[in-house]
């Protein structure tokens, strides 16, 4: 027996980049829940920004945040706890970094050499959030409230956003370019969790276990190669994230769009 895992990205993916509705994802949604499929959101959100959506999109298994920092696995999904997690909040959380303080402790070692160059997140108001993400005022208090990496909000030049990634990155730091942000954080990814995460399935269920991705952004690549199977969806704001791995497919239509395009071709839903 072969189970089949579909890992999924949020903004720009599963949730339309502007508006964030799922709706046009729904027939693949439904689909995959006749069949049992698991979809697990894997995105760069946080814990709190995702329990409000999981509810709406209608998912209650695992889940990755804040880019493969954390794995989190609801309580019975399983049978047996699984390996090297701790207990929180009702779930078994399996963390592969370092808590935000620390990131936010190197970012203010450099802070001096790019002032007025980018804002940090833990510093900006919901107002601002806001501004930066298009997010209501409930759902920006929300994504404020991060446990593991800290995003940056560049506003200077290129040319100087690549000195900054080099500066953190001599402090040990692993930036990660999403759709907005440079997320600072840990030697944590997207892949390194679906990963960990689909070994588990494995030695829970006796199976083997087939893995889709489906993405839109640089911070999805090592997920989209971690996978069996890549699906690249396209964006109205950045090109197609540059993949490194054979069986890879690109949507047509974007966001919720493309996701139910490809998902419905791919595993004849």
């Not at 996978?227 to 090109?239: E, G, K, L, Q, T």
């Not at 490194?244 to 919720?256: A, D, R």
Request: aromatic share 10%.
């Amino acid at each position: 027996m072969t189970k089949t895992l579909v890992f999924t990205d949020m903004d720009g993916t599963l949730l339309d980049h502007h508006t964030y509705s799922f709706d046009a994802a729904k027939p693949a949604l439904n689909a995959l829940d006749e069949k049992n499929i698991s979809v697990i959101p894997t995105t760069s959100k946080t814990f709190a920004e995702l329990q409000p959506l999981r509810k709406s999109i209608g998912l209650d298994g695992p889940f990755i945040i804040e880019n493969g920092a954390a794995v989190f696995i609801p309580h019975g999904f399983f049978k047996q706890k699984p390996t090297g997690t701790v207990w929180v909040d009702g779930y078994w959380c399996k963390s592969f970094i370092s808590n935000q303080k620390y990131w936010i402790k190197l970012i203010d070692k450099i802070n001096a050499d790019f002032a007025g160059e980018f804002k940090q997140f833990s510093k900006m108001s919901v107002q601002d959030i806001q501004d930066a993400t298009g997010l209501d005022e409930a759902s920006a208090k929300l994504a404020a409230k991060r446990q593991f990496g800290e995003p940056v909000l560049w506003t200077g030049s290129e040319e100087r956003k690549l000195a900054f990634i080099e500066a953190i990155k001599e402090r040990g730091a692993y930036p990660l370019e999403g759709g907005r942000f440079v997320h600072v954080s840990g030697n944590c990814d997207k892949g390194q969790a679906l990963k960990w995460l689909a070994q588990e399935f494995q030695k829970q269920h006796n199976c083997k276990v087939r893995t889709l991705a489906l993405g839109d952004g640089k911070n999805d690549i090592a997920m989209l190669e971690a996978a069996h199977v890549a699906i690249r969806i396209i964006s109205p704001v950045n090109p197609p994230p540059n993949v490194k791995k054979e069986e890879v497919y690109t949507s047509t239509l974007p966001g919720p769009e493309g996701w139910n395009e490809m998902l419905t071709q791919l595993l004849s839903l």
